[in-house]
């Protein structure tokens, strides 16, 4: 990448300076700019231009329109998509090593879906399955940039993320399954689970958005026991439509808070296409109105998803606040098992098939950059393969929950003996603000309305 020192992305700059396509001048209405007065007297123009990074190596000009009724209703595309996929960008943080780790990573992660999708079609799973397929690239890469003391709140296209974050594919399929050694011992399942006292992971919550705002608040309980931490969670081009959205972003921007938001624009919300969900050239412009930085990643090239986040979580670390990462890439299947997704155009799927992550970064590491042989690379896929064969005999081996036991150890509300609530950082730093006795009363009073 270009940079080792990111600009300040979210502030304005001075009109001389190349920006991305956001300009106040974009969509300039009959209103004229005032001429600037500030104190250096320059008389400059008001207008204003704003930073986004692109890192894409490519930048494909493409419309999803709807046309048609009822039963002839369809989506067709407007735009080129004869071009030829871009190569993997250079990391400029990534080793040999760490390359080939989120690559085996991916591997699994793919490999388990399918897994996954056998397990359903033989009756063994509870409720749907949802895919990451053609997201593996950002869910895992994403995730390897977490340090020890960082924080993960996965969605369910994440299910990579999670074996990154230390989660096996035992696990995932246990909890699929319900199984009553699953990570919620067969209370909940899909990947709705977490774990926040070993791996910290908070589990996904449904309601589009309203995890982001328990992300800020995991940075902002650091921060009260003295530590900066980075934060990553995850929105879809639909998911960040919602009010909860810009309200807890908002609040992270403000509080400076370790938030990494990766909004992973996968161009469909269900069976909307992002061109019917916002009008907003590309996601990460949001960031502007926010105040932080906004970046664009191509979310089908890992080097390009480490290394925004990485940079992002290191900001986050030294207390500087949030980061808004847009990944472009394509929801490859349905929205979940049960969804065939026959309103997606075939062309669009063809397009992003020829930008698949794990074609793409095993090309890459093989032919590329020469750091796995074809030897190697076909052990490393039997390796995965063993594991993950492993891991579905086991978790199909594995019993239901028991009613009678349950009965005892019901695990879904907490109680104080279940265990212990302590700060995770050490004490708590921040001091209550002194008021005195007579102004404490007056807050009580405006708190608690009469
Ligand atoms: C607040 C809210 N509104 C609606 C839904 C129903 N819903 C679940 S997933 C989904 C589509 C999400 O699309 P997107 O955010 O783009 O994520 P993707 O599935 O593409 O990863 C919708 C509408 C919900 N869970 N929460
Ligand atoms: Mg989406």
Request: proline share 6%; glycine share 10%; with cysteine.
């Amino acid at each position: 990448m270009a940079h080792k020192k990111r600009p300040d992305h979210g502030s304005p700059r001075k009109s001389n300076q190349k920006a991305h396509s956001v300009s106040s001048a974009r969509k300039a209405g009959p209103l004229k700019p005032a001429p600037r007065t500030g104190s250096d007297g320059s008389g400059s123009s008001s207008l204003r231009s704003y930073n986004i990074p692109d890192y894409r190596l490519e930048h494909p000009e493409f419309r999803i329109i709807m046309s048609g009724e009822g039963a002839n209703l369809e989506y067709r595309i407007e735009g080129d998509l004869s071009a030829m996929p871009p190569p993997i960008r250079e990391s400029q943080y990534l080793s040999r090593e760490q390359c080939i780790a989120i690559y085996r990573w991916m591997m699994l992660n793919r490999r388990m879906e399918v897994a996954l999708e056998n397990l359903y079609k033989q009756g063994k799973v509870v409720g749907g399955v949802y895919f990451g397929l053609g997201q593996e690239g950002c869910s895992c890469a994403s995730a390897y940039a977490l340090g020890p003391d960082d924080w993960l709140g996965p969605m369910i296209r994440n299910q990579g993320a999670m074996l990154v974050r230390g989660f096996s594919a035992r696990d995932i399929m246990r909890q699929y399954m319900a199984k009553g050694d699953s990570p919620t011992w067969g209370r909940d399942a899909s990947s709705h689970f977490g774990d926040w006292q070993r791996r910290n992971v908070c589990a996904p919550i449904s309601m589009l958005g309203e995890l982001i705002g328990v992300m800020a608040g995991v940075c902002l309980g650091a921060r009260l026991q003295g530590k900066n931490v980075a934060a990553l969670t995850y929105v879809g081009d639909g998911g960040q439509s919602t009010g909860v959205t810009y309200e807890s972003l908002n609040f992270a921007a403000v509080q400076k808070l370790g938030l990494v938001l990766v909004v992973e624009n996968n161009l469909w919300g269900y069976s909307t296409p992002a061109d019917m969900q916002f009008c907003v050239k590309d996601l990460a412009e949001r960031a502007i109105a926010y105040g932080i930085p906004g970046v664009i990643v191509d979310g089908t090239d890992p080097c390009q998803v480490y290394d925004a986040t990485h940079e992002a979580c290191e900001r986050a670390r030294r207390g500087e606040g949030p980061t808004l990462i847009e990944a472009k890439m394509m929801r490859m299947k349905g929205h979940a098992i049960h969804d065939a997704a026959q309103y997606v155009p075939a062309r669009l799927l063809e397009f992003w098939r020829a930008r698949d992550p794990i074609g793409r970064f095993e090309n890459y590491l093989v032919n590329v950059k020469h750091w796995l042989t074809v030897k190697d690379n076909h052990r490393l896929i039997e390796d995965v393969e063993r594991e993950l064969e492993a891991d579905r005999e086991a978790a199909v081996a594995s019993p239901m929950p028991d009613p009678e036991t349950d009965k005892m150890q019901q695990g879904v509300y907490c109680d104080p003996s279940c265990h212990q609530i302590k700060p995770k950082y050490g004490p708590v730093v921040a001091k209550p603000r002194e008021i005195g006795a007579a102004k404490a009363k007056e807050a009580e009073a405006a708190v608690h309305l009469k």
